[in-house]
């Protein structure tokens, strides 16, 4: 049985639930779960002790290390990760979303679609790979395109669960904008059900978040409309 913790906005589960779990999708918290601790190493201390534990799972399996092919597997992963797959975790590297005041007064919505969108499941550490719809109308102030994009990108590398992803890129979106009006839909294939377990390479899962004004019927169907996805509400 889940706990919940209005202070934190997690679920407490034991041990025991953690294993009746097993396959099944469950998130745990609004933000990414991290510890206190995330950043005491720095990136190259991290990038060596991954390594090392790429290395002990490669020779676990069996693999020959000293063969050519595979002798820089270990650090090559631990880049990736480090770099590149999980660069979305420090903030550090998080985009500065530059806003302007919307001299023009443009008051219409306004939609970035069919952004790229690489992350990783955090339940069994494989690619989730689609496209996001971010949409928001100006509060008086307006955002440059490729901010949307580095903004999706940004929460996206890092382990991930698709619903907690979307309603990150709407609160960034929200508070950079000084407004409620921002929506994102996502739509993504999750390579742990395509390649694993079910093996169902046809399904997508769509993911939505409505802020303020796109709560409204007539707003929101005029962004799926944008869009171009009928999806059933």
């Known amino acids: 049985m889940y706990i919940e913790n209005d202070n934190t906005n997690k679920l407490v589960i034991t041990v025991k639930e953690i294993d009746e779990i097993g396959d099944n999708h469950i998130g745990t918290s609004f933000d990414t779960p991290l510890r206190k601790d995330a950043f005491k190493l720095d990136d190259n201390s991290k990038i060596e002790a991954i390594q090392k534990d790429v290395a002990n799972i490669m020779n676990t399996l069996g693999l020959d290390l000293t063969d050519d092919s595979l002798k820089g597997t270990p650090k090559r992963v631990a880049k990736m990760f480090v770099q590149e797959l999980f660069g979305g975790l420090h903030p550090n590297n998080k985009p500065n979303p530059s806003t302007f005041d919307n001299k023009y007064k443009y008051g219409e919505m306004l939609v970035e679609k069919n952004i790229t969108l690489y992350s990783t499941c955090e339940h069994h550490l494989l690619p989730i790979v689609g496209r996001a719809h971010v949409a928001y109308i100006s509060n008086g102030k307006v955002i440059g395109l490729s901010k949307m994009n580095r903004i999706v990108d940004y929460f996206a590398k890092r382990p991930q669960v698709q619903e907690r992803l979307t309603i990150q890129v ?64």
């Not at 769509?206 to 409204?216: C, L, P």
Request: hydrophobic share 35%; aromatic share 8%.
């Open 170 to 233: 709407v609160r960034e979106l929200q508070k950079a904008l000084g407004t409620d009006d921002v929506a994102c839909v996502i739509d993504a294939k999750h390579l742990c059900v395509n390649s694993r377990g079910i093996r169902d390479i046809e399904s997508s899962t769509v993911t939505s978040e409505f802020g303020g004004a796109f709560q409204e019927e007539k707003v929101r169907r005029e962004f799926l409309d944008y869009i171009k996805l009928d999806t059933q509400f």
